[in-house]
């Protein structure tokens, strides 16, 4: 395996279509576009699924370990495939980015987000790349981020998830760089 996809949530269907599971909606987009499925693999502790690009394999991962527990089920992964840090990217809900924005980020805090800070902690370094989905906040944010979306935000989020779906393409084939300028300019587009 070359490259670790990993999109954070919580398993379970009263959370599938909740902000907090905006990594998870990134993996199955990509389960969708590269025709691959997801199996459980309980000795890492999730879902994982593999798909080729160019001569690159890359396993996606949705940890079962709910979100602040999520490093767990990373480490388990990067380690017994030895992906290199800079080969991991963390794709998970961001309340402080407006709804339907979209911002990749490499070696940053988890800026309070659990399941980030499990990751950090886990493996000891926050070296990796991050593709935040913003899904902005309403009221307290803990019952916030685990409500069921309405409609129109479900809408948004839906073409977000496309969008960061893409930019996992775009990383792993043209560089973080090139990924970072065409995708961080994105918001005002997709909310269109």
């Given at each position: 395996m070359d490259w670790l996809v990993v999109g954070l949530g919580n398993p379970g269907k009263e959370y599938a279509f909740t902000p907090h599971n905006a990594g998870f909606m990134v993996c199955d987009s990509l389960s969708f576009i590269f025709d691959f499925k997801f199996s459980l693999k309980s000795r890492f502790k999730g879902f994982l699924g593999?798909?080729?690009?160019?001569?690159?394999?890359?396993?996606?991962?949705?940890?079962?370990?709910?979100m602040n527990l999520s490093g767990v089920s990373v480490k388990e992964v990067f380690l017994f495939y030895k992906i290199?840090?800079?080969?991991?990217?963390?794709?998970?809900?961001?309340?402080?980015?407006?709804m339907g924005r979209l911002k990749i980020?490499?070696?940053?805090?988890?800026?309070?987000?659990k399941g980030v800070e499990s990751i950090i902690e886990a493996l000891k370094s926050k070296d990796f790349i991050r593709i935040k989905i913003g899904v902005g906040k309403k009221g307290d944010v803990r019952d916030y981020v685990l409500k069921p979306?309405?409609?129109?935000?479900?809408?948004?989020?839906s073409r977000t998830v496309r969008a960061a779906a893409d930019s996992?393409?775009?990383?792993?084939?043209?560089?973080?760089?090139?990924?970072?300028?065409?995708?961080n300019s994105l918001g005002r587009e997709v909310v269109k």
């Open positions: 593999e798909f080729s690009l160019a001569d690159n394999r890359v396993g996606v991962l949705k940890p079962i370990t709910y290199p840090l800079d080969r991991l990217i963390v794709i998970h809900d961001d309340v402080d980015l407006p980020k490499k070696n940053s805090s988890s800026g309070g987000h979306l309405g409609e129109e935000e479900l809408d948004i989020i996992v393409g775009c990383i792993i084939l043209e560089g973080l760089n090139k990924a970072m300028s065409e995708y």
